[in-house]
């Protein structure tokens, strides 16, 4: 199993760009979220997916679209970038939407706005 | 909105000394996880705690969980250069899905 993969590695857009964030697993995991790490603060929840089909929204949703239209893929949009959103994005997933399940990440994007 | 507090944020040791981080929930976890990062890499699931009280052990690292579920440590005996790293700790939410993390301990070890 490759497990969860990300794509790219590394970004650099203009302010006001767009572009998606590629996450993929093959665990057949159902609970698949996006992270933001920030320098002192932890990581934030973004997004978050139950299963194909349903998304919710985290503690800092705005600016980020996704959507969970296969168990595999969780893009995650970023519509119009602004230099806040430079940062490092991890995807995770789980097997289930419980806690007790162990959390998989991927690699990270490290996304730079200008 | 549950929140999980982690301390010290920064950790400076020499090799061998021990090293001990903090985690203090606002109400009570189910259970908790503990993750390290790497500089330059991704949060790796270290270890889970679901029981009250509960302790575990991993080599040099033993994590606990304290008899509320209110809190946990993690406890890295006789510290190596490989410890060095970001450790998280990661609570359930009020979601019920999404884990809630810690702002993690930086680990630096030099020897």
């Known amino acids: 199993n490759a497990g969860v993969t990300q794509t790219p590695k590394f970004q650099v857009l203009k302010t006001g760009q767009s572009m998606t964030l590629q996450c993929a697993q093959d665990m057949n995991h159902e609970y698949m979220s996006w992270y933001r790490q920030d320098p002192g603060m932890g990581l934030r929840l973004i997004h978050y997916?139950?299963?194909?089909?349903?998304?919710d929204q985290g503690e800092v949703p705005n600016g980020y679209n996704v959507s969970r239209s296969t168990t595999e893929d969780f893009p995650l949009r970023l519509l119009s970038a602004a230099p806040s959103q430079t940062s490092v994005y991890f995807c995770?997933?789980?097997?289930?939407?419980?806690?007790?399940?162990?959390?998989?990440f991927g690699p990270g994007t490290r996304l730079t706005v200008l | 909105g549950q929140q999980v507090m982690q301390i010290p944020q920064y950790q400076h040791v020499q090799e061998g000394e021990d090293f001990t981080t903090y985690c203090n929930s606002s109400t009570t976890l189910s259970n908790i996880q503990w993750y390290k990062q790497r500089p330059g890499g991704h949060p790796v699931f270290l270890i889970q705690l679901v029981k009250s009280g509960e302790v575990k052990k991993q080599k040099r690292l033993t994590f606990q969980f304290g008899e509320a579920k209110k809190n946990s440590s993690l406890h890295i005996t006789a510290t190596q250069t490989t410890d060095v790293g970001t450790y998280f700790c990661?609570?359930?939410?009020?979601?019920?899905?999404?884990?809630?993390f810690g702002k993690g301990t930086s680990l630096l070890v030099t020897p």
């Open positions: 990661a609570g359930d939410s009020n979601s019920g899905y999404a884990l809630n």
């Open positions: 997916s139950v299963g194909a089909g349903i998304t």
């Open positions: 995770a997933s789980r097997y289930s939407g419980s806690s007790t399940d162990t959390q998989y």
